[in-house]
């Protein structure tokens, strides 16, 4: 898990090292960013070298050099997504002011706003600053939009008085933090089976069929619940992305090959999302020697394969069974019919001809039909965040699951 951790200036930003160790302690990935100020108090060296991770510190880079490894001004996107949560620690008052306001004049607001990673913050400052009736309005506007505020300690503070003002301990820093991923882990004890990537289904030994697919959306969807929580089990056909954190791959090629791997994992899972483009139909007959060239025309003899989410789907018992439905024409007429027809309980369907949609594209538009006659048109996302919807409808869809199972339990 990675944890983006934003240093503003104030005395304190010296305990954020400590918060660095401890954080990684717990086996958290840390990203420092210091803001201006937090560079008065303490050098991005002392963090790069407990974090082994280069400090972010400005915005459009910085000439000097200190951060001549950033590559572009859009990298806090990039840092965004890949921030599982965002830890401001120490927060000054002007840090609270400008996230709850939305001002975003340097790397760390910018992430702030960029961000969907849910939000920490520490706030430390004189008791005057603390007390104050603007920071008391910025801090409750924050807390009313989900961040999570670790109240600062009363003690003698830096400026000579007493109150309350202090940064948190870093021990109850990091156990809000814990706390906070908890809550976002709403796939904690599932078992999750995805399929992805194309088959390939051999002619003879150089040649076979195969299709356009990357295996990007069925990776996707492995990574987000893996980072939700859940065991995830990725069977893939052929393709060359890497396999995300935490997750267990099963390598195949052939649609035969995928389905018997399905089938022999399938019995302890509760949720299937079946993102492959398996092939439909396969050569009747694998050539054992290389067909060869003549004038005459060439027949191949095609024979269906098995339909495998329509095979799991026929007994699915309390699983949630997802699939998608990649067309070229009358998109939601045959996601539905397909709803049905192979009895799942989600169809994720896009137009794979649309601009940013479909096979090798980071990028996807899908509507989701559910099984409750719900249709979810989502705009154009990134793969990452569809898969994150695709999530959230089967998390909806298991809800409503056990609410009807616990229905007939009573009635019985
Ligand atoms: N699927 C499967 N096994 C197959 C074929 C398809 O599990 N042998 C799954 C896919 O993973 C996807 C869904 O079925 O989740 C729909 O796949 P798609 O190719 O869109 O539909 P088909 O059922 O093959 O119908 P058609 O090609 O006629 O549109």
């Given at each position: 898990?990675?944890?983006?951790?934003?240093?503003?200036?104030?005395?304190?930003?010296?305990?954020?090292?400590?918060?660095?160790?401890?954080?990684?302690?717990?086996?958290?990935?840390?990203?420092?960013?210091?803001?201006?100020?937090?560079r008065e108090?303490?050098?991005?060296?002392?963090?790069?070298a407990?974090?082994?991770?280069?400090?972010?510190?400005?915005?459009?880079?910085?000439?000097?050099?200190?951060?001549?490894?950033?590559?572009?001004?859009?990298?806090?996107?990039?840092?965004?997504?890949?921030?599982?949560?965002l830890?401001?620690?120490?927060?000054?008052?002007?840090?609270?002011?400008?996230?709850?306001?939305?001002?975003?004049?340097?790397f760390?607001?910018?992430?702030?706003?960029?961000?969907?990673?849910?939000v920490?913050?520490?706030?430390?400052?004189?008791?005057?600053?603390?007390?104050?009736?603007?920071?008391?309005?910025?801090?409750?506007?924050?807390?009313?939009?989900?961040?999570?505020?670790?109240?600062?300690?009363?003690?003698?503070?830096?400026?000579?008085?007493?109150?309350?003002?202090?940064?948190?301990?870093?021990?109850?820093?990091?156990?809000?933090?814990?706390?906070?991923?908890?809550?976002?882990?709403?796939?904690?004890?599932?078992?999750?089976?995805?399929?992805?990537?194309?088959?390939?289904?051999?002619?003879?030994?150089?040649?076979?069929?195969?299709?356009?697919?990357?295996?990007?959306?069925?990776?996707?969807?492995?990574?987000?619940?893996?980072?939700?929580?859940?065991?995830?089990?990725l069977?893939?056909?052929?393709?060359?992305?890497?396999?995300?954190?935490?997750?267990?791959?099963?390598?195949?090629?052939?649609?035969?090959?995928?389905?018997?791997?399905?089938?022999?994992?399938?019995?302890?899972?509760?949720?299937?999302?079946?993102?492959?483009?398996?092939?439909?139909?396969?050569?009747?007959?694998?050539?054992?020697?290389?067909?060869?060239?003549s004038?005459?025309a060439?027949?191949?003899?095609?024979?269906?394969?098995?339909?495998?989410?329509?095979?799991?789907?026929?007994?699915?018992?309390?699983?949630?069974?997802?699939?998608?439905?990649?067309?070229?024409?009358?998109?939601?007429?045959?996601?539905?019919?397909?709803?049905?027809?192979?009895?799942?309980?989600?169809?994720?369907?896009?137009?794979?001809?649309a601009?940013?949609?479909?096979?090798?594209?980071?990028?996807?538009?899908?509507?989701?039909?559910?099984r409750?006659?719900?249709?979810?048109?989502?705009?154009?996302?990134?793969?990452?965040?569809?898969?994150?919807?695709?999530?959230?409808?089967?998390?909806?869809?298991?809800?409503?699951?056990?609410?009807?199972?616990?229905?007939?339990?009573?009635?019985?």
């Open positions: 898990m990675r944890i983006t951790l934003g240093v503003t200036g104030g005395v304190a930003a010296y305990k954020a090292a400590e918060l660095v160790r401890l954080l990684q302690q717990d086996g958290f990935t840390v990203q420092v960013v210091m803001t201006r100020g937090a108090f303490i050098t991005p060296l002392t963090f790069a407990l974090s082994g991770q280069k400090v972010i510190t400005d915005l459009f880079g910085d000439s000097s050099g200190s951060d001549a490894n950033l590559e572009s001004a859009i990298e806090h996107i990039a840092v965004a997504q890949r921030t599982d949560l830890l401001v620690a120490p927060a000054t008052a002007d840090i609270l002011a400008k996230f709850a306001r939305g001002i975003a004049d340097d760390l607001t910018t992430l702030y706003l960029a961000s969907t990673a849910p920490v913050m520490a706030p430390a400052m004189n008791v005057n600053m603390w007390n104050h009736a603007a920071t008391q309005e910025n801090v409750a506007r924050l807390r009313a939009r989900g961040v999570t505020i670790v109240d600062p300690a009363e003690g003698y503070l830096a400026c000579g008085m007493t109150g309350a003002g202090r940064l948190a301990g870093q021990a109850e820093i990091v156990a809000a933090v814990r706390e906070v991923l908890k809550a976002d882990r709403d796939l904690a004890g599932e078992t999750v089976l995805v399929t992805a990537g194309p088959t390939c289904e051999d002619l003879d030994p150089v040649r076979y069929l195969t299709n356009r697919s990357s295996g990007k959306m069925g990776f996707a969807v492995a990574e987000a619940a893996a980072r939700r929580g859940a065991k995830v089990i069977v893939s056909g052929p393709v060359s992305l890497e396999t995300p954190a935490g997750v267990e791959r099963i390598d195949v090629r052939t649609a035969k090959e995928m389905y018997f791997a399905v089938l022999d994992r399938v019995g302890g899972v509760s949720i299937a999302v079946l993102a492959a483009a398996v092939a439909d139909y396969r050569p009747v007959e694998q050539h054992a020697e290389k067909i060869k060239k004038d005459a060439l027949t191949i003899s095609l024979e269906p394969t098995t339909d495998i989410l329509a095979d799991i789907a026929k007994n699915k018992g309390q699983k949630i069974v997802v699939g998608f439905a990649a067309e070229t024409e009358r998109v939601a007429e045959n996601a539905r019919k397909k709803l049905s027809a192979k009895n799942a309980d989600l169809i994720v369907a896009n137009d794979v001809t601009e940013g949609a479909g096979f090798d594209q980071d990028t996807n538009i899908v509507t989701l039909f559910s409750d006659g719900r249709d979810l048109a989502l705009p154009k996302l990134n793969k990452s965040e569809v898969a994150q919807r695709i999530l959230d409808e089967v998390v909806r869809l298991r809800g409503l699951l056990h609410e009807t199972t616990s229905v007939k339990r009573s009635g019985a």
